[in-house]
């Protein structure tokens, strides 16, 4: 099956620095890849929906500034947390699907998500 | 806005009990429903589907059918497997420009023990 992998795993930064999460496709093209958060005991909410070689596409309320998202081959999203802050520490999980744009009805697949923990 | 509530967890069963997770949503239009798993230190994965009222999706001895007059889609499987202790997510993706966006309930985590 279509596998995503992400990297780090896991992630432990002081307040005011900025860190990178990397979303790879290992075995097939991914044309758009979505970025999710994660509270604690709560469900997942889509950040961002991102296409090769365009800009993100961002859900209401999220500060596009603050979460950078570049998707800049078929295999490859980054999301950086710009001057992260202790109010930013969450589970960060990306997705990926081989269909076409923002409206594509293929299957989403997952990566095993990124903790952040900002000190 | 959609929505997809479900049951809180932990749920614990004994080996080959009867488990039911409840899973119930709210959305306009015709949405297609999901059941997710996540093991250990995995991503989430795609368990079974459904896109119509009265569909019923089956994987892995696992089954939920789609009910629109009641707006559920309960997960049931007959007999549990420690194999199966995960965390179980149920899925809404809406109709219309809501369609590229799955929305998903606060997850289920499932002990089962030996």
């Known amino acids: 099956g279509a596998v995503v992998s992400q990297h780090p795993s896991w992630v432990i930064c002081k307040s005011g620095t900025s860190v990178k999460i990397e979303c790879r496709s290992l075995d097939f093209q991914a044309t758009t890849m979505f970025w999710y958060r994660q509270f604690p005991k709560q469900s997942l909410m889509l950040m961002a929906t991102?296409?090769?070689?365009?800009?993100?596409?961002?859900e209401q309320g999220v500060e596009k500034d603050k979460f950078l998202i570049n998707h800049a081959s078929l295999t490859l999203s980054t999301l950086t947390v710009t001057s992260a802050h202790p109010e930013d520490s969450s589970f960060y999980i990306c997705?990926?699907?081989f269909g076409g744009g923002r409206t594509s009805y293929n299957e989403q697949f997952f990566g095993p998500g990124t903790r952040l923990t900002v000190l | 806005g959609d929505s997809v509530t479900q049951m809180e967890g932990p749920v614990t069963l004994s080996e080959e009990a009867f488990l039911t997770i409840n899973c119930t949503y709210t959305a306009t239009g015709y949405p297609s429903l999901f059941w997710y798993v996540q093991y250990p230190g995995e991503g989430l994965q795609l368990l079974l589907k459904?896109?119509?009222?009265?569909d019923k999706g089956s994987n892995k001895g696992f089954e939920a059918t789609y009910r629109k007059e009641t707006t559920s889609f309960h997960l049931e499987k007959g007999s549990v497997q420690v194999s199966d202790s995960a965390v179980y997510f149920c899925?809404?993706?809406?109709?219309?420009?809501?369609?590229?966006?799955?929305?998903f309930g606060s997850g289920t985590r499932l002990l089962v023990r030996p």
């Open positions: 899925a809404l993706r809406g109709s219309g420009d809501s369609s590229y966006k799955l929305i």
């Open positions: 991102s296409n090769e070689g365009s800009k993100a596409t961002y």
């Open positions: 997705s990926a699907t």
């Open positions: 459904a896109t119509k009222a009265d």
